[in-house]
């Protein structure tokens, strides 16, 4: 019941009326009952202390019959001033020995056996003048004497003024706590109201923000603490609405890039449970990686081999661990690091595919290991034709000396092909090489290549054929690039051609791409070597190809001008001895570029 806050404010209100008219009526009665007991003793005491009042008691007249009578007769005609209404104050007079009652005021001749200390004291021969708080009486009492006789004159009060004024009193607070506590209870009502409802009304906003509705504003018109309370509130609703979408659009970020990212991300806790992994971390490892399933892989099954948990959980940011693995032929290259969130800690590790990277450094070290090889032939031939020359200066008959200085330059000029051909792949991998994309007929170039090729190809003896659909296109390209890709797989298929070999040429369209053929009855090359016959350096008859002068670097040029103008350069696969070279190209180039 008094959970309620409108109930507490009600208590609270009604305990402080009722404490605060206990309190004023504490005082009033104790102030009433003090005022006549100082308003008493300081009437008595100014009278008894007249001297002219004194004098009339003491003095005697001649032939006074009683003594007491004339003692009442002086006091009547005090009693105003000292208060006697026959009633509630009354005077005795007191025969000074034995206390008896010779004379009084009202109908009661007796002031009763019950003596008080003042009457006592006053029948001692001492004056009486002590105040008893406690006592339902008051009075005073003082000895005198009178025509040789003594006398005690006593005065008392029975305090029914100061009681009946008491229960006035009492009975006046009553009937003001009455109205008191009701006013105060509807004020506390009207009270409670003017400060719950507001309360209750960010109760409700505070309600709606945990339920996560942060669009209602709470409407309170005061401008008093509760107003400013409200305007605080909906200004930390609509802040907590603004980091909410904050953090909501960090984590979309976040988990976008895991769920794109090419790295294998896997996140684990302390103890080694799944908490977050991204498709890149399955693929890469081969397996599902569920969270939150007890069943499920857990540190230890994943990497326990790389790194023991405890260990990576003991590094500080930025220390991490390294590790390898190799999974399906593939080389991955793990980082395992800690993270602390909040008290909460966990382990993270992060994988890295490098098997293209270190099959690319592989290829650049045998690239390098081919280059140094392709240079040092026709260097060591150089040198040891150029000391033969210099030892036997003289006394080499002129013929040979001819020989050797041919020999001297065919390798030189090896070497230069080597270097140009070397530029010109470097100039494509820095993409500085840029392509005189023009409209031609590609007919025309296939024609142009054949002339060029068909005396060379006599020489050896072979048998050259063209085949060229009619009405080819005008395509868009780098001409001088396209013929120069043109003669080399024709040249190639001359060279390694035996002798009285026969050589195909067709050309045609399929489309929006143009193609050309090369075909040969030559040596061919083996299905393991056909995937490696694009790479720098790459020969399947290493003795062979130096025999025909070729640098082995005429394909994979070859490769790179067809790649920059979006067409393909194959092997075709068939039956049979010899091989076919297959170039497709778009008719409107990589780019649509001016006619």
């Not at 006697?84 to 034995?98: A, F, K, S």
């Not at 009270?191 to 996560?212: D, H, Q, Y």
């Amino acid at each position: 019941m008094f959970r309620s806050l409108h109930m507490k404010l009600v208590l609270i209100m009604t305990l402080l009326i009722v404490s605060l008219m206990t309190v004023v009526g504490a005082f009033l009665i104790n102030s009433v009952v003090g005022f006549y007991l100082r308003d008493f003793y300081e009437r008595m005491e100014e009278v008894i202390t007249d001297e002219a009042f004194l004098r009339d008691l003491q003095s005697s007249t001649d032939g006074e019959e009683s003594g007491a009578q004339m003692i009442a007769q002086i006091l009547d005609s005090y009693n105003g001033v000292l208060g006697v209404d026959g009633r509630n104050r009354n005077y005795y007079v007191l025969e000074g020995q034995t206390g008896q009652c010779l004379a009084s005021s009202g109908p009661q001749n007796d002031p009763g056996t019950n003596y008080s200390n003042n009457l006592l004291a006053a029948l001692n021969g001492k004056e009486g003048f002590q105040s008893d708080a406690s006592a339902s009486y008051m009075d005073v009492a003082f000895p005198i004497q009178r025509g040789g006789e003594d006398y005690v004159i006593y005065i008392r009060d029975n305090r029914q003024t100061a009681s009946a004024l008491n229960s006035a009193i009492i009975d006046l607070i009553v009937k003001a706590l009455f109205f008191g506590l009701v006013i105060s209870i509807l004020l506390s009502f009207l009270l409670s109201k003017t400060m719950i409802i507001p309360i209750e009304r960010l109760t409700e906003g505070a309600e709606r923000v945990a339920e996560g509705d942060f669009s209602h504003k709470i409407q309170v018109a005061s401008r008093d603490e509760i107003g400013i309370l409200t305007g605080t509130f909906n200004a930390m609703a609509r802040q907590l609405q603004e980091t909410l979408a904050e953090v909501e659009n960090e984590r979309s970020k976040l988990d976008t890039l895991f769920l794109h990212m090419t790295d294998g991300v896997v996140a684990f806790s302390t103890t080694g449970a799944v908490i977050h992994a991204n498709p890149a971390a399955e693929r890469m490892l081969g397996r599902s990686i569920p969270v939150g399933e007890e069943d499920g892989p857990d540190y230890g099954s994943l990497f326990g081999d790389v790194a023991p948990l405890s260990k990576v959980l003991d590094l500080e940011q930025p220390d991490y661990l390294e590790g390898d693995r190799n999974v399906g032929g593939r080389s991955l290259e793990l980082l395992l690091a800690s993270f602390s969130r909040e008290g909460q800690g966990g382990a993270l590790v992060v994988i890295h595919d490098v098997t293209e990277q270190r099959k690319t450094e592989e290829l650049r070290r045998e690239f390098v290991a081919n280059v140094s090889h392709e240079l040092r032939t026709p260097l060591t031939n150089i040198r040891s034709y150029a000391e033969t020359l210099v030892d036997s200066a003289g006394t080499i008959p002129p013929q040979m000396e001819k020989n050797f200085l041919e020999v001297i330059l065919s390798e030189s000029d090896r070497m230069t092909h080597i270097v140009q051909d070397l530029l010109t792949l470097s100039r494509f991998d820095s993409g500085h090489s840029q392509l005189n994309l023009k409209r031609f007929p590609f007919g025309q170039s296939v024609s142009e290549v054949y002339n060029a090729v068909r005396m060379e190809a006599q020489r050896h003896g072979h048998t050259v054929t063209l085949d060229m659909e009619e009405n080819l296109p005008q395509i868009v390209a780098d001409r001088e690039r396209i013929v120069q890709v043109m003669m080399n797989v024709v040249s190639n298929s001359i060279k390694y051609t035996p002798d009285g070999g026969r050589i195909d040429i067709r050309a045609g369209r399929s489309g929006e791409r143009v193609w050309m053929e090369v075909s040969d009855n030559g040596i061919g090359i083996p299905a393991e070597d056909r995937p490696r016959i694009f790479e720098r350096f790459y020969r399947v008859d290493k003795a062979r190809s130096r025999e025909s002068g070729g640098t082995g670097l005429g394909l994979s040029i070859a490769k790179e001008i067809i790649d920059q103008h979006g067409g393909v350069i194959r092997l075709v696969d068939r039956s049979g001895p010899g091989l076919t070279v297959r170039i497709e190209l778009l008719v409107e180039g990589p780019v649509h570029g001016p006619a």
